[in-house]
């Protein structure tokens, strides 16, 4: 079975550009959610979809974080425009039900940004 | 609001030594604890987690953990790790009441490093 997939691995921009990351989650899961993981820091949820809804996005950034899910299964954070802070590893999870307190998420590999 | 805290940010140990990596965490109302291992260059995965019942929960790899209400920890044991346990392993929370907003918290992570 295919994990999470996540793309592209590595990208490097000027700060004032836009910068856009895309996720496959597992198939069949119903949950999916975009984390940001600063250096030597944990993961931080920045949104959760359940199918194509987003019901959970308090910590996203929204004068320049966007998300999608369309059809409830890829997804695309975009970030516009990029400033020197936003440089991070941003992580694509998903998991399998609605329960998202205990659901099992399965991570991909992330998407390293590096803003200059 | 939940947090996590891990007390070591590195904890060095041989290898077939028994090793433990320190949870604690603050929440109001009932949580789920988990553990999560990111060996280099991939995506977190599970290790365990506690949602209810037994205490002690066993995981993969060897790995158990004890929750401990009264100490609000939850800490990570391993009898004897090996080389391939070297990684960077995180603790997180969650609640079960879906209007508490933000409601999965990971701790900042505890990097391993087994020692030949």
């Known amino acids: 079975e295919a994990g999470v997939v996540q793309s592209p691995r590595y990208k490097i921009i000027e700060k004032k550009q836009p910068v856009a990351f895309w996720c496959n989650p597992i198939?069949?899961?119903?949950?999916l959610y975009w984390y940001r993981q600063n250096l030597g820091q944990g993961p931080e949820l920045l949104i959760r979809?359940?199918?194509?809804?987003?019901?959970?996005d308090s910590q996203l950034p929204k004068d320049r974080f966007s998300a999608e899910r369309l059809k409830g299964v890829d997804s695309t954070l975009k970030i516009q425009p990029a400033e020197l802070g936003d440089s991070a590893v941003y992580l694509c999870a998903s998991s399998a039900g609605l329960a998202a307190s205990t659901d099992t998420q399965y991570f991909g590999p992330g998407t390293r940004l590096t803003v200059l | 609001a939940q947090s996590v805290t891990q007390l070591d940010s590195q904890v060095p140990v041989f290898e077939e030594a028994p090793v433990e990596l320190r949870c604690n965490y603050s929440s109001s109302v009932s949580v789920y604890l988990f553990w999560y291992v990111q060996y280099p260059n991939q995506g977190l995965q599970l290790l365990l987690k506690y949602l209810s019942g037994s205490t002690l929960v066993k995981g993969i790899n060897g790995f158990e953990a004890e929750f401990n209400k009264s100490q609000t920890s939850f800490h990570l044991r391993k009898p004897s790790v090996h080389i391939s346990d070297t990684a960077e392993y995180f603790c997180a929370v969650s609640t079960p009441y879906p209007n508490t907003g933000n409601q999965f918290y990971f701790g900042t992570g505890t990097s391993l490093t087994v020692i030949p």
């Open positions: 198939s069949g899961h119903n949950t």
């Open positions: 979809y359940e199918n194509e809804e987003a019901v959970d």
